[in-house]
T-cell receptor, first 113, second 111 residues
C-alpha cells in the first residue's frame, strides 16, 4: 500500500506562479524525500528533510514537514515551463528499513509558458 | 561515474517468456532496489537488497526473482512473463536513508 498520499493529483499553472504540492503519510518516519520525474525518465532526487526538521530550502524549492499532522508540502516558487514534471514524495522509516522508500502516487505539474 | 545503468531500455515479450533486466551501479552503494511504475501510480517496490548475498521481498514480489552476487549488480528476473507485468521498471541504489539514485528505466510490454 502507498504510504504517501499526494494532493493535488494534477496542478496546472502559469509560468511565474508558485506551485504547492502536499503529501500525507501514515506511519512515523526518519526522513521524507521529494523526487521529480520528467516524462519517460527516471526519478531525480530534489530534497530530503529529516523528521526533526520543520523546513528546508534548496534554490526555488521550499519543503515543510509537520510530523504531528504527518504531512509535508513542496513549494516551487517562480515556476518555469521546465518545471513541468511529476513530483513524488517518499518516506523512509529508518531502523531496519535500511534503504527502503515508500512512494506516493505523485502530483503532475504543468507549467504553461 | 555512470551512476545507475539499466539494460535494455525497451523490451517486448510474449506471455510465458522469461528474461532478465540488468542493473548496475558504480557508487559502491550497499542498498539496491527494483520498482515498477504503472500509469497513474507511484513506484511500488518489487525486491530489494541490503548487500551482496542479501535480498528480500518488497510490496509486489510475485513473478520476479532477484540475486545479488556483487555490490555492483542487481538483476531482476521475470520467470514467466504475464501481461500484468507490462510496466516501466526502475532500479535504484542508495546509502541507507539517503537520496536514491535511479536508473533510466526499462519499458516492458508483455503481449
Amino acid at each position: 500500500s502507498q504510504q504517501g498520499e499526494e494532493d493535488p493529483q494534477a496542478l496546472s499553472i502559469q509560468e511565474g506562479e508558485n506551485a504547492t504540492m502536499n503529501c500525507s503519510y501514515k506511519t512515523s518516519i526518519n526522513n521524507l524525500q521529494w523526487y521529480r520525474q520528467n516524462s519517460g525518465r527516471g526519478l531525480v532526487h530534489l530534497i530530503l528533510i529529516r523528521s526533526n526538521e520543520r523546513e528546508k530550502h534548496s534554490g526555488r524549492l521550499r519543503v515543510t514537514l509537520d510530523t504531528s499532522k504527518k504531512s509535508s508540502s513542496l513549494l516551487i516558487t517562480a515556476s518555469r515551463a521546465a518545471d513541468t514534471a511529476s513530483y513524488f514524495c517518499a518516506t523512509y522509516a529508518g531502523g531496519t528499513s535500511y534503504g527502503k522508500l515508500t512512494f506516493g502516487q505523485g502530483t503532475i505539474l504543468t507549467v504553461h509558458p | 561515474n555512470a551512476g545507475v545503468t539499466q539494460t535494455p531500455k525497451f523490451q517486448v515479450l510474449k506471455t510465458g517468456q522469461s528474461m532478465t533486466l540488468q542493473c548496475a551501479q558504480d557508487m559502491n552503494h550497499e542498498y539496491m532496489s527494483w520498482y515498477r511504475q504503472d500509469p497513474g501510480m507511484g513506484l511500488r517496490l518489487i525486491h530489494y537488497s541490503v548487500g551482496a548475498g542479501i535480498t528480500d521481498q518488497g510490496e509486489v514480489p510475485n513473478g520476479y526473482n532477484v540475486s545479488r552476487s556483487t555490490t555492483e549488480d542487481f538483476p531482476l528476473r521475470l520467470l514467466s512473463a504475464a501481461p500484468s507485468q507490462t510496466s516501466v521498471y526502475f532500479c535504484a541504489s542508495t546509502d541507507s536513508g539517503r537520496e536514491q539514485f535511479f536508473g533510466p528505466g526499462t519499458r516492458l510490454t508483455v503481449l
